[in-house]
């Protein structure tokens, strides 16, 4: 089943997917347009991994690493299908970033990965943007090029773990103004789902409501005031947003990115 979160006549509702359709619990089917869409559950630690497709690290000439380059967000970069993301005025290159999103379900803690799956909840789709021009290199992922006020979407639906038959065989793709920019496939992670959980679960306990994003394929591109931009992870649904300039936030030139 896929499961939302949406804002409507003054008041936050969970929903489901009938028919193609969003359905509130009271039974209400609104149009996609007349809600605001929220995340479709509420986050809790948010894990990102960072240069996880080959081909990924290939376009940004960087060398393989041995284990997972792993930094965490604030919930302030989330916002949900359909959001506003502030373009800031000086960046010259920032770009998307489609991923599988995995949402902890169960408390895991120092779980073999034959049995990662048990502690899975589902999965979203994630747009986590990125302004390049602060990224200083994979040791340090630079706050300010990871970590803005909605730059990381999430959403439209979170699908039941159950719905979702191989996680690590699900297409990706990016279109931007309807223009094909990006695809991949799961397939080509260089560090698998279950291997994630393994690893963070190691020396940390995972918790319900903790995300892992998972990183994203070859074919990033600058984006632009005006840009329309969706991300689709096969069988977990596209995820809208939109481009917009700093006058959208009510923010004027900023002194500094």
């Known amino acids: ?41 509420v986050p809790r630690t948010i894990f990102a991994v960072g240069l996880n497709y080959a081909d990924h690290v290939k376009e940004l000439a960087f060398s393989k690493q041995e284990e997972p380059l792993i930094f965490l967000k604030g919930p302030n970069a989330i916002a949900g299908h359909r959001a506003q993301s502030r ?32 502690h899975v909840a589902g ?15 994979y040791y340090r992922p630079n706050l300010r090029a990871k970590n803005r006020d909605a730059l990381t979407l999430l959403g439209p639906w979170l699908v039941d773990a159950a719905d979702i038959a191989d996680p690590m065989n699900l297409s990706l793709s990016t279109r931007v103004n309807g ?5 991949g496939t799961t397939k080509n992670m260089i560090f698998d789902v279950p291997f994630l959980i393994e690893y963070l679960s190691a020396f940390m306990t ?36 939109f ?6 936030f009510g923010i004027g030139r900023e002194a500094s990115l």
Request: charged residues 20%; contains cysteine; negative net charge.
């Open 1 to 41: 089943m896929k499961h939302a979160r949406v804002a409507y006549a003054g008041a936050v509702h969970n929903a489901v997917e009938v028919a193609g359709r969003l359905q509130l619990t009271d039974g209400r089917t609104p149009a996609e347009h007349e809600v605001v869409w929220l995340p479709p559950f």
């Open 87 to 118: 373009r800031p005025a000086e960046a010259t290159f920032m770009h998307y970033e489609c991923e599988l999103a995995v949402v902890i379900g169960k408390t895991a803690r120092d779980v073999a990965r034959t049995h990662a799956y048990e």
């Open 123 to 137: 999965y979203t789709v994630a747009n986590d943007y990125a302004v390049r021009d602060y990224l200083e290199n």
């Open 179 to 183: 223009k094909l920019t990006q695809e």
């Open 206 to 241: 995972l918790s319900p409501g903790d995300v892992i994003l998972t990183g994203t394929p070859e074919g990033v591109i600058n984006v632009n005031v005006g840009d329309a931009v969706v991300t689709e992870v096969e069988g977990v649904g596209k995820l809208t947003n």
């Open 243 to 248: 481009i917009v300039a700093d006058a959208a």
